[in-house]
């Protein structure tokens, strides 16, 4: 299907960029690997497209005292090659692969990902397990919001109207591990698990990232068996609470 | 009211000024504005790869993207490279090895191909069929494309 009609804007600062989501209709457009198919379904029609594309200082990977500073323009592909990010990071550069193909890495983006909070998306459990902090920028100056709080539910963050996100802060160290399972590579998670240290997040078993807490593999099991995951077209409820549970043993053996 | 925004790009090395309705993508500007229609549309949201073409050297969907975005950008379509002659060795070894059946989804998969090549990497076949994940399209088991796109890179079918 084709798109609905609506304007086009590429603001050069980030005080044009906020003038122009305030305005009513208005959506913030990013590498568009998810916004464009949607518009292409008719599954959103907004008035203004705001393609922050062309915005400065969002596109840097700065490695800064024990943190990976990676601006909301990153693409995936530069995540998944970047030497910084896969020595300091590797979880990420991981996860990195995992997101759709390469045609799609080449253009979406770090930032995109994190603030689209898609239930099956790979960033938004990463950045839970490795406790990363957002930064917001809005007219009022920026915030800094924890990964844990970010991420409130379906589709649903903690940005407000008027804000951008624009960068997300890594701390470096520790041992990590990222397992996802799909059909075929590249499409969207059946189950995937971002474990770092202690910290085991799952995601596409909830609307959000689900941290599962426990010392122990049994009292960690415990636990994600409590957990009821929506089930999809081809996977009940069952079938991928036990590929969780697949993963969780898998993650618990390598770390 | 008139949304249109003048664009300019770069299209198989000739400049085109355009003013573009931004709800076009940019697989339909080229195969509707510019009549490149090598280009193909399948699934229009980024499931299929059949539109991809490369901007600025890297390959991207061309129904994920808004041709007003390619404002400044240099645009490669499967016209441009196959009349260089850059794809001369895929094509030759798609022909040889009949690495197509109903070759709709072949555009695409020569311009994802192509990008492996450039990377001069030998690589294995699993890495070929992780790589061409993006272009699975219906009618081939792709077997002959993996052997096609594997007599490429590693001189060996």
Known sequence: MKAPSFAYAKPRSLQEA????????????AGGQSLIPSLNMRLSA?????????LPGLSEIVVDKGTVRIG????????????????????????????????????????????????AAE?????????????????????????????KGLFETDLKDGEILVAAEFPTGGKSVFLELTRRHGDYAIVGLAAHQDRFVFFNIGSAPVLVKGSSLTELKTSLARIEPPADLYHTSKTKLHLAGVLLERAWTSL | MDLAVETTLTVNGTRVTRRIEPRQHLVDFLRDELGLT???????????????????????????MLAVQAD??????????????????????????????????????????QDLVLAK?????????????????????????VDAIEEVLNGQG
């Open chain 1, 18 to 29: 906020f003038e122009l989501i305030g305005r009513p209709g208005a959506k913030i457009l």
């Open chain 1, 46 to 54: 907004p008035e203004l497209l705001v393609d922050i594309t062309g």
């Open chain 1, 72 to 119: 909301a323009l990153v693409t995936h592909a530069r995540i998944e090659r970047n030497a910084d990010v896969r020595k300091h990071v590797p979880m990420l550069a991981a996860a990195a692969k995992h997101v759709a193909h390469p045609a799609i890495r080449n253009r979406g983006t770090l930032g995109g990902s994190l603030a689209l909070a898609d239930p």
């Open chain 1, 123 to 151: 960033y938004p459990a990463c950045a839970v397990a490795l406790q990363a902090t957002l930064v917001i920028s809005g007219v009022k100056g920026e915030r800094r919001v924890k990964a844990e709080g970010f991420f």
């Open chain 2, 38 to 64: 090598g280009s193909h549309i399948g699934c229009e949201h980024g499931v299929c790869g059949a539109c991809t073409v490369r901007v600025n050297g890297e390959i991207v969907r061309g129904c994920l």
């Open chain 2, 72 to 113: 400044g950008c240099k645009v490669e379509t499967i016209e441009g490279l196959s009349d260089s002659k850059e794809l001369a060795g895929l094509q030759k070894a798609f022909h040889e090895k009949n690495a197509l059946q109903c070759g709709f989804c072949t555009p695409g998969m020569l311009m994802a191909a």
């Open chain 2, 121 to 145: 990497e030998k690589i294995s076949r699993e890495k070929i069929r992780e790589h061409i994940s993006g272009n699975y399209c219906r009618c081939t088991g792709y077997q002959a494309i």
